[in-house]
């Protein structure tokens, strides 16, 4: 059975907002026949964008983060979307590089921020970025297990 | 969050109530955790069999109480779930924090050390 979903969690820009994001990805992804570690690590993956977008976003009343999920032809992809300053163009490839030597070097460099983006790597199968009409995009793409769906049982 | 300490080990186990450990909560865990460092508590056991959710901010919370402990004392982890020994495992902090399944274990493991 193909799966077709498409949903959109909108939060506020604040950092207490972001578990009800969280834990509303987890919830989706397990129904779509993720295991829970594997539900744990895209709630992960979409916690650390969100984190990352409200921290460089924008402040102010009325700012959000929109997320959208959707799911087709056995893929789920994540877009966290929001109106923050936009993110310097070499972005991406530090997560690339920080995703890979992150384990290596871990005694010598304890450093105490810097590992969120850092694991998208290791999570999702691919990770873009890219900005239009004046929005941050960041677009997360894991397959789907087989057998998936909303009804697996259907 | 509360702790708790080990009369006999000298260890002080700090229990989290909260279920998760992210970007919205790490600097109160790592301000108590400073604040029980400086009353003289440096043998640390985070007992954290109730959280649910940690994220990168939860875990650079843990990485800085470990730096502040450099030299004066020890932090260990327990009742740590498979989902976030994955983060541990992903970052390669599981080489940095000794991990114990239950804090009753841990504790058993440190008493033995002694």
């Not at chain 1, 972001?18 to 690590?41: D, I, P």
């Not at chain 2, 300490?5 to 002080?12: E, H, I, L, P």
């Not at chain 2, 301000?31 to 994220?55: N, P």
């Not at chain 2, 030299?71 to 114990?100: H, K, Q, W």
Request: proline letters at 3%; one cysteine or more; a negative charge.
């Amino acid at each position: 059975m193909s799966t077709n979903l498409h949903m959109l969690i909108s939060i506020g820009s604040r950092l207490d907002q972001v578990w009800a994001a969280g834990v509303s990805v987890h919830a989706v992804a397990l129904r779509l026949g993720f295991r829970e570690l594997e539900a744990y690590q895209i709630e992960l993956a979409t916690v650390e964008v969100v984190n990352n977008a409200i921290q460089h976003a924008r402040r102010g009343p009325g700012q959000s983060v929109d997320i959208v999920l959707a799911a087709s032809e056995g893929m789920l992809s994540i877009d966290v979307s929001d109106d923050g300053q936009p993110a310097p163009t070499d972005w991406l490839n530090r997560c690339v590089r920080k995703s890979g030597d992150v384990s290596s070097q871990v005694e010598a460099d304890l450093f105490e921020s810097g590992r969120g983006l850092a694991v998208l790597n290791q999570i999702m199968e691919q990770v873009t970025y890219h900005r239009a009409a004046q929005r941050n995009h960041v677009r997360m793409l894991r397959r789907i297990p087989e057998p998936a769906g909303l009804f697996p049982d259907a | 969050m509360t702790s708790r300490t080990d009369k006999t080990s000298g260890v002080t186990v700090v229990k989290l109530l909260e279920s998760r450990l992210g970007a919205a909560e790490a600097a109160r865990f790592k301000s108590a955790i400073a604040a029980l460092i400086a009353e003289g508590y440096t043998e640390l056991l985070l007992d954290l069999s109730t959280l649910q959710f940690m994220d990168s901010s939860g875990l650079g919370a843990m990485v800085s109480v470990f730096k502040m402990l450099t030299d004066r004392g020890n932090v260990t982890v327990a009742g740590i779930s498979e989902n976030l020994f994955s983060l541990l495992r992903m970052t390669g902090m599981d080489r940095v924090f000794p991990v114990y399944r239950s804090a009753d274990e841990a504790l058993e493991s440190i008493l033995c050390e002694c």
